[in-house]
């Protein structure tokens, strides 16, 4: 038997002591639904009126028809904006209008971003 094979086996290392957590980094609060940017452009717009028209998001969001109705889909899904399909005079329009529920995700939404520039500027 060869020394080495003398010695019992070897032991492993305990764990190093974990840090306790720290507070949350504020990226951990951002809303993948209303964080991707042109719905929280839909978002944006939409509370700063009474309600929006399609064509005026359209435009001011530079986005294709069917991309800005699949945005407002998933926003609608989420239950942070209303879609309503109408008439002005013969032609049809639609509106969306910003909900309750809207209005909070969008509040937590610039606190959060609020918070990562306080951060970011207090460097």
């Known amino acids: 038997m060869s020394p080495a094979q003398d ?3 070897a032991q492993p290392e305990p764990p190093e002591p974990s840090e306790p957590p720290g507070p949350e980094h504020p990226t951990k609060g951002l809303d993948e639904t209303v964080h991707q940017r042109h719905r929280l452009g839909i978002l944006t717009i939409t509370a700063e009126a009474q309600r929006a028209e399609f064509g005026y998001l359209r435009e001011a969001l ?9 945005h407002l889909t998933v926003l609608e899904q989420a239950g942070l904006i209303e879609v309503e399909k109408g008439y002005a005079g013969r032609r049809p329009r639609t509106w969306v209008r910003i909900t309750a529920a ?13 918070e990562l520039l306080r951060r970011h500027t207090a460097v």
Do not use: C, F, I, Q
């Open 7 to 9: 010695l019992p086996p």
């Open 62 to 70: 530079g986005l294709t028809p069917g991309n800005l109705s699949k």
């Open 102 to 114: 809207g209005r909070a995700a969008l509040a937590a939404e610039l606190a959060t971003l609020t």
